[in-house]
């Protein structure tokens, strides 16, 4: 996924630039510095998500979005870019203005790596999704319209949170599908317990399932990361 980092701070957007190098499928393709500068280079570059500052020093980034949804809207040929807000602004006025300018989530500055690698799986999750969808159903409405990110929901009762990371952990070291059986093995767990949070990964949308079917028997169940 091609990203387009939005920051008025050189440093602080060579070091959201790392982030997302880092983070697997998503790549930068342009940086600026100015609410000019990411119209310019969002109309030339067409990134899939812009990671965006609210100080800015010609506009803010609420401009920036309302702009950028604008042209969307005056070429039918023009695809959506996402927006993701990174920033120090607090107020509420201006959380609510993101999200109703159509802000897929908002980051209040600082945060670690993990907690932007996550929204950024998160986007990704989200556009699979949309790209499988032909129909939606209820349960597919209510988990995109999620406040929260799928993996950062509480967890049902006997599941605990430590865990859940292992088998997440485990599912993105082994590139690929993997059984539950597998999974028990590669984390140390009773295959029981694996497969207990694989089917809970799968329920809230951060795992997708496959059948591989055998001579006889039932079909094996094989998880992999969305």
Known sequence: ????????????AK????????????????????????????????PDLVLLD??????????????????????????????LFI???????VVRAALRAGALHYLIKPFNQAALQEQLRHVAALRSRFDR????????????FGTRPPGSRELP????????????RVLREHPGDLSATECAELGSLSRVSARRYLEYFVETGRVEVTLRYGG????????RLV
């Open 87 to 93: 920033t120090a602004a607090r107020d509420a006025g």
């Open 15 to 46: 070091l959201h630039s790392r982030y997302v190098a880092a983070t697997e499928g998503f790549r930068v393709v342009g940086v600026a510095h100015s609410g000019s500068e990411a119209l310019r280079a969002a109309e030339r570059l067409r």
């Open 157 to 168: 009762k006997g599941l605990a949170p430590h865990t859940a990371e292992l088998v997440e």
């Open 133 to 144: 969808l032909g129909e939606a159903r209820q349960e597919d409405v209510d988990q995109i």
């Open 1 to 12: 996924m091609n990203v387009l980092v939005v920051d008025d701070d050189f440093m602080v």
């Open 54 to 83: 609210i100080y800015l020093p010609d506009m803010d980034g609420l401009t920036v979005l309302r702009e950028l949804r604008a042209a969307e809207e005056r070429d039918a040929t023009r695809a959506s870019v996402d927006a």
């Open 216 to 223: 006889t028997g039932r079909p094996e169940r094989r998880y």
